[in-house]
Nanobody
Framework: QVQLVESGGGLVQPGGSLRLSCAAS????????MRWYRQAPGKERELVATITSGGVTNYADSVKGRFTISRDNAKNTVDLQMISLKPEDTSVYYC?????????????WGQGTQVTVSS
């Protein structure tokens, strides 16, 4: 069984920084694309950042230049470094990964971690 576990959320003042981490564990053969999503109260879940197995990244326009996604393929982890945080970044952040445990690639979600940007 595969699990994704996020950590690093919390309360931060506007302009501050946070680093989110997500670790995948279980019977993992390989991990393809990894992503961070977020969902604010009353809003749809939105894609924040993507990183491929080869390290190619893509970002939502709202976070470009402020967020950086990275991964460690040896440790099966993906991080999201967030700087210059704004109140509108307040959301539950979810880790997502496409993981092969045998011959199938299956999407998995983490349980989410709350990020609150407020003075």
């Amino acid at each position: 069984q595969v699990q994704l576990v996020e950590s690093g959320g919390g309360l931060v003042q506007p302009g501050g920084s946070l680093r989110l981490s997500c670790a995948a564990s279980g019977s993992i053969v390989s991990i393809s694309t990894m992503r961070w999503y977020r969902q604010a109260p009353g809003k749809e879940r939105e894609l924040v950042a993507t990183i491929t197995s080869g390290g190619v990244t893509n970002y939502a326009d709202s976070v470009k230049g402020r967020f950086t996604i990275s991964r460690d393929n040896a440790k099966n982890t993906v991080d999201l470094q967030m700087i210059s945080l704004k109140p509108e970044d307040t959301s539950v952040y979810y880790c997502y990964a496409i993981i092969a445990t045998n011959k199938y690639m299956v999407p998995y979600w983490g349980q989410g971690t709350q990020v609150t940007v407020s003075s």
